[in-house]
């Protein structure tokens, strides 16, 4: 879908303007400067997504946001997106296309199927992208750009819906990736939330560790910071996702585990070594993969 077209979406409604949902609206807004955005969320945030022109409506009632919409975006944690379900669906266009952008797919997406069986349509859906930062104040309309992005339905789906959707979010600079809603949560609990609770731990081991000296923290490079970065991520982003991926989170803590175990008892073993190629090896892959 070339710069400046107009997608098959006039009007939508982004229901929660933080990072996410500012940063969607603001890229909406950069290549399809024709599409009416209205955002719901607390006043206070509706204000900011206002002022940095990531929308241009407010509404502060949900069914009003979402009544006219041809696409609606719901940018909220997982745990209030379920229950903005019930309204939207209540509201919605029959030939809207509802779709989400929580880290996790499986429950929001077994709760969307008793409110979306006629009419309008849910795709879930998750950008593999982000910041440690939450808030509008963050968005950026690039934040998409050069990265996946998870659409929970098998490809090719044959509703023009879900297509142009896909469509809209190569415009946006992102690939779209099929797949279904088990498969994504067992994915992301590897590469995404294993991740962030290993860094919080590490966080908690320096701090026990750290004395009134200041040692060992005044002695850390920039590995540490490197390492520590995404502890900057707040609970309130990541409650949700623990509780609708327990299991999955649960079985690769478990595997690190496992491999934390190994490393401890080769520390002396010329074992070890072939633990830091295969290590280089994924490092220099992901690298590549990113360029």
């Known amino acids: 879908m070339p710069e400046g077209q107009q997608p098959a979406f006039r009007r939508v409604a982004v229901v929660g303007t933080g990072l996410i949902g500012g940063s969607f609206a603001l890229a909406l807004g950069r290549y399809f400067p024709a599409v009416a955005r209205v955002g719901y969320d607390r006043r206070d945030v509706l204000a900011r997504a206002m002022a940095c022109g990531a929308i241009q409506e407010a509404a502060g009632d949900l069914s009003e946001a979402v009544r006219d919409a041809d696409l609606i975006y719901i940018a909220l944690p997982v745990g209030a997106a379920i229950e903005s379900l019930p309204a939207i669906a209540a509201s919605v266009r029959l030939n809207a296309l509802v779709t989400d952008a929580c880290s996790t797919k499986t429950v929001i997406c077994r709760s969307a199927h008793g409110h979306f069986r006629n009419g309008a349509r849910f795709l879930g859906g998750h950008p593999i992208a982000g910041k440690e930062s939450s808030g ?125 175990d190994f490393l401890r008892t080769h520390l002396s073993s010329r074992d070890l070594e072939k633990e830091f190629r295969g290590a280089n090896e994924l490092y220099k892959y992901l690298n590549k993969s990113r360029q």
């Open 136 to 260: 509008v104040e963050h968005a950026d309309a690039d934040l998409f750009r050069g990265f996946r992005y998870a659409l929970i339905a098998e490809k090719p789906d044959s509703d023009p819906r879900v297509q142009q959707f896909a469509a809209l979010l190569r415009t946006l600079g992102a690939e779209p990736d099929w797949c279904d809603a088990e498969t994504h949560d067992w994915a992301v609990g590897i590469v995404s939330h294993l991740p962030q609770l290993l860094s919080v731990a590490l966080a908690r081991v320096v701090q026990d560790e750290s004395e009134e000296t200041g040692l060992p923290f005044t002695l850390a490079g920039q590995g540490l910071q490197e390492m520590l970065r995404l502890a900057g991520s707040p609970y309130s982003m990541w409650r949700d996702i623990c509780l609708t991926n327990s299991e999955n989170i649960s079985r690769a803590l478990d595997r690190v585990i496992q491999a934390l």
